[in-house]
């Protein structure tokens, strides 16, 4: 499996950012691509994810950290996995990682241990 993340930047509090992730390389009918956050000196956060079982339409899961600022979707056309975050606020700031994993059963979407397949992080900070 490889993963392809784009977007990040700097932005002031209150703008909107946008991550995207291609994942290639998936070879099953149940599996997540999700977006974890890792400030420095703290754990990685799971931020959101897209669950996809047995052929049905994906399912978004959104943190309660981020719920009501953060969309998850899919783009189907370039099958990628979009990440929009609005009203960002400077505790948004961190490295944001795209992770997918095949066979991944529901309860462990949240938890970074699950995931083998990691993209390179993209850096978002937002300025106060």
Known sequence: VQLQASGGGLVQAGGSLRLSCAPSGIASNRYAVSWFRQAPGKEREFVSAMFWSGGSGGRQIIADSVKGRFTISRDRAKNTVILQMNNLEP???????????????YSSISNAGAYANWGQGTQVTVSS
């Open 91 to 105: 505790a948004d700031t961190a490295v944001y990682y795209c992770a997918a994993q095949a066979g991944i059963i």
